[in-house]
């Protein structure tokens, strides 16, 4: 029994030892598979990789053979260009051998003949031949030297310009023709509209300006033309606001007593201005002048400002030029005076030159306001000055605006005509010239006469007047009787 069991565990140990056997075969024959397939992807990759290569070294050697042959192209072209300036070349130089030939040829001619002249006459002969070329060649160093100091000169004036407008910090915003009033609050609002608009009805026919009640916010949009006008119907109604008792006959009032202080305004501005161009004292007629230039626009630039732009830009040209700073500026500053003057006739400029020739100013300062529209040569130089100022400042970008002037032009027409009939006190052009009221006197015009005058004034409107759309003419006659209790 002993021994059947001992040959069942010989048994078993052989079985076991067969079974590890064949696994280790199993994994050893598992590990060459995986070995050969690894070998195998291994060579495929290098192989793609090797084709990657050939495929780029291929698209590398048609572009460079692409290349080369666009370079072979590019030297045959520049070899026949070559070819061909060596012919024109050729010819050239056959040209030149040839009249070379020919002026050789007529110099031996030459020689011969003086060979039989005197000797008086010969150096007769060469003289005239040296002065023609001394003349030619003067004639062309001085061409030359006139070119290049006309070349100086503009450039040397193009950076004194620069210069001078770059040190100006000039305003770029121009006034327009509406002024808004800010009211404290919405009754304000409704005090300033009154009962069925009646003081707004009575504030535009006092000042002559469309008034504009904003329905969201609180404020009154005053709209004219005339900044003169604006200006008083603004002054006339922040004196209501705060006053705060608003009905027609204060309108009245307040607006006579803002008119009447239109005079010491339009002084201050005038005074303003001479301060803030630097050119001393004037006289009262010219200070009160130069304040109208603030309520007057060419162009929609305002007046004043353009002209103290232009005294500044002249006289820091005159100070690059060593020329007389002040005096420049002076003359700049007083140039488009005549623009607030009455003219019967003549231009703005004869006007202002006329005026300052009166006044005792300098020669250099009339002749600038007469002359600054012109381009002579022969001009003063300080007129010269006031003109280059004049046209930098008009110039500049923003500064003007041609079709809100010729508005402004279309709306004045028509209060000048309208002021022609007989009859007629007052003309105002309101909402932008589609309107024209006009206030009669009650003893001149009855109320028979008043739709005739509307009629005529709308005939000449038609046939005198260039305008868009339609324009309403409004007469308005008014019979007041007032009497004194004492």
């Known amino acids: ?6 040959w069942l565990a010989l048994l078993g140990g052989l079985a076991a030892g067969a079974g590890a056997t064949l696994v280790v075969q199993a994994w050893r024959r598992r590990e060459d598979l995986l070995r050969e397939q690894a070998e195998r992807a291994a060579r495929e990759v290098a192989h793609q990789e090797r084709e990657r290569g050939l495929d780029e070294a291929r698209r590398l050697l048609a572009a460079r053979e692409a290349a080369v042959e666009q370079k072979a192209q590019q030297l045959e072209r520049r070899d ?56 030619e060649e003067r004639a062309k160093r001085v061409q030359r030297a006139d070119e290049h100091a006309r070349a100086e000169a503009e450039a040397r004036a193009r950076d004194i310009v620069l210069t001078t407008v770059q040190r100006l910090p000039l305003d770029y915003v121009a ?12 009754e304000m609002k409704g005090r300033v509209i009154g009962r069925e608009g009646r003081n707004v009805k009575a504030l535009e026919a006092a000042t002559g300006c469309d008034v504009l009640v904003d329905t969201d916010q609180p404020l009154v949009t005053l709209s004219c033309f005339d900044p003169v006008r604006r200006e008083i119907a603004r002054d006339a109604l922040e004196v209501l606001v705060q006053d705060g008792r608003i009905q027609p006959v204060r309108i009245e009032e307040v607006v006579a007593e803002a008119r009447a202080r239109m005079p010491l305004r339009i002084r201050e501005e005038g005074r303003r201005a001479l301060a ?20 007057r626009t060419s162009y929609g630039q305002n007046v004043l400002r353009h002209s103290i ?44 030159g006329a005026l300052l020739r009166r006044l005792g100013e300098p020669p250099q300062v009339v002749a600038a306001a007469e002359d600054h529209h012109d381009d002579r040569r022969d001009l003063d130089p300080y007129a010269v000055l006031a003109h280059v100022g004049d046209a930098v400042s008009a110039a500049r970008p923003g500064a003007r605006h041609e079709p809100a002037d010729i508005q402004a ?11 022609r009939f007989p009859g007629v006190e007052q003309a105002y052009a309101l909402q932008a010239g589609r309107e024209v009221r006009v206030l009669v006197n009650a003893r001149q015009v009855d109320d028979a006469q008043a739709p005739l005058l509307a009629r005529d004034i709308a005939r000449a409107v038609e046939a005198e007047v260039r305008y868009v759309g339609e324009v309403r003419v409004t007469v308005v006659r008014e019979v007041r ?5 004492r």
């Open 276 to 295: 803030e161009a630097a050119v001393g004292e004037a006289p009262d007629e010219i200070v009160d002048l130069l304040g109208r230039l603030a309520f």
């Open 481 to 485: 009787a007032v009497e004194v209790a």
């Open 175 to 186: 006034k327009g023709s509406t002024t808004v009033v800010h009211l404290p609050s919405d």
């Open 309 to 352: 732009e232009a005294a500044r830009v002249a006289g820091g040209i005159a100070a690059e030029l060593r020329l007389d700073a002040r005096l420049a500026r002076r003359a700049a500053l007083f140039h488009d005076l005549g623009k607030v003057m009455d003219l019967e006739q003549g231009s703005h400029a004869d006007a202002a």
């Open 1 to 6: 029994m002993g021994d059947s069991w001992s």
């Open 409 to 419: 032009q279309r709306v004045a027409d028509l209060e000048r005509l309208a002021l």
């Open 80 to 135: 026949a260009d070559v070819q061909a300036r060596a012919r024109e070349m050729d010819r050239s130089a056959e040209q030149a051998r040839t009249q070379a030939a020919a002026v050789i040829a007529d110099a031996k001619a030459r020689l011969s003949d003086v060979g039989a002249l005197p000797v008086s006459e010969a150096r007769r002969l060469l003289l005239e031949t040296l002065d023609k070329e001394l003349v």
